[in-house]
């Protein structure tokens, strides 16, 4: 069989593997506030000043300098993005930015393979597979979905136009306008700023030096390009928002971390680790063979990578760019080979194809009780819900939503979360409603907010099930029925389970939660097992110890 056939259909094969992994629901709660604020600005035609989603950011003029400007960053620098997803989600719902994602990744691993084939077509096989996993570990509905796609086309203009003999590189006449692009949908073409501004100043090194001829159009155009990402609604604010960002609201996000970090949690990332060690290989083996520029971005790559998970794709698309021609040797080529097809098989994701929204991430059943009962107000929802909840529950305002306009009101939900002065907090911002999970998804534990909620008389249970539960104010539902806060347990029990298949939290940790929970339900027996599974576990487990001599003094009481 011909060759060129041959290498068709073993790419089709690779991507006829990718393209489902690529198409699962929605699963980030910062898409919901997205596309509200893209139906605000339709309708409105104009960008906000003010949040117009919640009940706690304080007004802009009762901010400082530097919380004004990160707040009207938030609200205004993914205007482009948000009206794009906007349309989308009234045209087809969740379904829209599923496909649009689908669409884009889609596109991109077969443009990267064709440009990257000329490092060896195996190797190249294995990088977009790698490429391609990368891209499916964590979701990818909101504004930087086009950055992943922005980034790679930026770089391969920045090549062609440095490889390009033409004294007006033809491919860097599009880097101006998809700079201009990029900057007005999402904070992220700071990266493409900094590409920029990488082959700028490394050209005027090599001429200061007297490395090569630099051709006035070529350096003109990227300046211009790196100009052109200066015209949005808040110029290079972006920057001063990445330097000023409050360190503990950063850490608090997950994809903030960095991957040495989340190595804790028990989340290791194997695509990225060896994208990682094949491009400390790439620079080893190559740097002689590389320009400076190549070098540089590929360093620079492998840092912010480092930094945080929301990086790791970059590096990933970045190095097939910037892979020279047989980068390795045969054994390391297997080496990198093997590993691709082992992710593979480890990799597949059970909820691909399917689409909508994860209904077990979110609290759909919730969030449509109230709505049918005609339930609304203020509501003091879970983080990563707020988005959600202000979307489908016309007439609500939220707490807070994943924008986190306010570190004061982050801190303020943290204290709620923990019980620390929650009835103050509550009381002065007038809250109805109470719409949270039960249980940490990173720490395993039950939220101390939940154990005070079942103890306190002015909240009454409206509703629970295996996703969330709802606590509202007593003088606030007589027309409501209200539930024993028993079931709040049962939640507990049900989000534990979720938690433990998906392995997001510490074994340990969740059949402690559970346990608290069988006990605070009186089911002796199930208390038993799950201390009997924390015993196996960890035999030396502080906790067991304490409770041990409790379950067994009850069980001879019983008999």
């Known amino acids: 069989m011909n060759r060129c056939y041959v290498e068709f259909f073993a790419f089709l ?9 690529l198409h699962y629901p929605v699963q980030d709660g910062d898409y919901y506030w997205h596309i509200r604020s893209g139906d605000y600005i339709l309708v409105n035609q104009e960008l906000p000043e003010q949040d117009p989603f919640s009940f706690t950011t304080p007004d802009k003029h009762d901010l400082d300098e530097n919380a004004n400007m990160r707040t009207e960053f938030i609200l205004t620098q993914y205007w482009l993005a948000q009206i794009v997803m906007s349309k989308l989600h009234s045209l087809f719902g969740e379904y829209g930015v599923i496909g649009l994602r689908v669409f884009l990744f889609g596109l991109l691993l077969p443009l990267l393979y064709l440009y990257g084939r000329r490092s060896g077509k195996v190797l190249c096989f294995a990088f977009v597979f790698i490429a391609g996993s990368l891209l499916t570990e964590y979701p990818s509905e909101r504004p930087q979905l086009f950055s992943f796609v922005l980034m790679p086309l930026v770089l391969f203009l920045l090549e062609k136009g440095r490889l390009s003999r033409l004294r007006v590189p033809r491919e860097l006449l599009v880097l101006p306008p998809v700079m201009l692009l990029w900057a007005n949908l999402h904070g992220s073409y700071l990266l493409g700023l900094v590409l920029c501004l990488v082959y700028i100043v490394v ?33 290079l604010n972006a920057l001063w928002a990445w330097f000023h960002a409050d360190p503990y609201y950063i850490k608090s996000i997950y994809e903030n971390l960095s991957p040495w970090e989340v190595l804790s949690y028990g989340h290791y990332y194997p695509s990225f680790w060896i994208c990682l060690l094949s491009s400390l290989a790439v620079l080893m083996l190559n740097w002689r063979r590389m320009t ?29 760019l910037l892979l020279p021609a047989r980068a390795f040797p045969k054994k390391i080529s297997v080496m990198v080979v093997l590993c691709a097809i082992a992710l593979v098989f480890s990799g597949v994701k059970t909820s691909v194809m399917a689409g909508g929204v994860d209904q077990e991430r ?18 003091f929802s879970f983080y990563d819900w707020g988005g959600y909840v202000g979307y489908y529950l016309p007439g609500a305002k939220v707490f807070i939503d994943g924008r986190g306009l306010s570190a004061e009101v982050n801190v303020l939900y943290e204290k709620v979360m923990a019980a620390d002065g929650w009835q103050h907090t509550l009381d002065e911002y007038k809250v109805d409603f109470i719409v949270i999970p039960g249980v940490g998804w990173y720490n395993g534990k039950m939220f ?31 027309r409501m029925v209200v539930l024993e806060k028993k079931y709040v347990h049962r939640h507990v029990i049900s989000r534990v389970s979720w938690l433990a298949k998906r392995g997001i939290a510490e074994k340990e940790a969740l059949l402690e939660t559970k346990v608290l929970s069988q006990m605070a339900l009186n089911d002796l027996k199930g208390a038993l097992e799950t201390y009997g599974e924390i015993v196996k576990l960890n035999e030396n487990s502080h906790f067991a110890r304490k409770i041990s001599t409790y379950l067994e003094k009850i069980e001879e009481r019983g008999k």
């Open 448 to 478: 101390p907010i939940i154990r005070a909620l079942t103890v306190n008389l002015g909240w009454d249970l409206i509703y629970w099930d295996e996703v969330a539960v709802i606590f509202a104010r007593t003088d606030e539902i007589s």
């Open 362 to 379: 979110f609290p759909v059943q919730a969030v449509g009780f109230m709505r049918s009962a005609g339930l609304s107000g203020r509501v």
């Open 292 to 320: 400076l520029e190549q070098i540089v971005v590929l360093a620079c790559l492998m840092l912010l990578a480092l930094s945080g998970l929301r990086y790791m794709v970059f590096l990933a698309l970045g190095l097939l």
């Open 203 to 235: 050209s005027v090194f090599k001429r200061l030096y007297g490395q090569t001829e630099v051709k006035p159009a070529y350096l003109s155009l990227i300046l211009l390009a790196a100009l052109s990402s200066i015209m949005n609604p808040n110029g």
């Open 13 to 21: 094969l690779l991507w006829s593997c990718l393209l489902p992994q």
